[in-house]
């Protein structure tokens, strides 16, 4: 498996803000990918972060709202632009250690508040 | 559409019992991945098991197994000698191999002493 680092891992804020989710791996991997599990739901799938280029977003998610950037093989980022309370969710960000294993690895998530 | 299904919102057991927890997929596709994902309220997404969907063996992990029926397109996950720290949400998940992950909504499992 792989350790990966998720930061912060909460925060409160406010209407029409906006913050930046870390996410760092203690190891090059193939393939990065961004969830939002609203309260008592399920995840879903938000962006797949490509190393180098613009993210992949899945429907319903657009690029303007949540930025997605990977610089390198170990390190994305996640921004929630111009927050509203329907944005409060946890955020999670997953890894695929090597191609065609397709088992994904989970941060601990970030629990965002907004008010 | 690919679907995963999990009729179990909630579910209850005795510690050193079996529970079994339900989880239904519907794809067209042939060769896919089954996992899953233990959620405890740390919140961490723990891997509990994979299954490939070619090979017709039902995966085991220790106290974990899984009854794997592809025709059936079921997927249903047994945990034997239920232990307290196993109290969490479960999600079935399945990848058709593109490595992006389909979740079920999830079950809720509390483990009593």
């Known amino acids: 498996s792989a350790v990966i680092s998720q930061k912060p891992s909460r925060d409160i804020c406010q209407r029409g803000t906006s913050l930046t989710i870390q996410c760092q791996v203690d190891s090059q991997v193939t393939m990065m990918f961004w969830y939002r599990q609203q309260p008592g739901q399920s995840l879903t799938l938000i962006a797949t972060?490509?190393?180098?280029?613009?993210?992949?977003?899945e429907s319903g998610f657009v690029i303007d709202k949540f930025p997605i950037s990977r610089p390198n093989l170990t390190f994305s980022t996640l921004t929630v632009s111009n927050m509203s309370p329907e944005d409060s969710s946890i955020y999670l960000c997953s890894v695929v250690l090597r191609q065609g294993r397709n088992i994904q690895y989970f941060g601990a998530g970030t629990r965002l508040s907004v008010l | 559409a690919q679907t995963v299904t999990q009729s179990q919102p909630e579910m209850s057991v005795q510690e050193a019992e079996t529970v079994t927890l339900s989880c239904t997929y519907d794809?067209?596709?042939?060769?896919?991945?089954l996992f899953w994902y233990k959620q405890p309220p740390s919140r961490q997404m723990i891997l509990v098991i994979r299954q490939e969907a070619y090979k017709q063996q039902n995966a085991t992990e220790n106290r974990f197994s899984v009854n794997f029926q592809k025709a059936a397109k079921s997927f249903s996950l047994k945990i034997s000698d239920s232990q307290l720290g196993d109290t969490a949400m479960y999600f079935c998940?399945?990848?058709?191999?593109?490595?992006?992950?389909?979740f079920g909504t999830g079950t809720r499992l509390q483990v009593f002493p």
């Open positions: 794809t067209s596709e042939n060769n896919y991945y």
């Open positions: 998940a399945f990848t058709p191999n593109t490595d992006k992950l389909i």
């Open positions: 972060a490509n190393q180098g280029s613009e993210a992949t977003y």
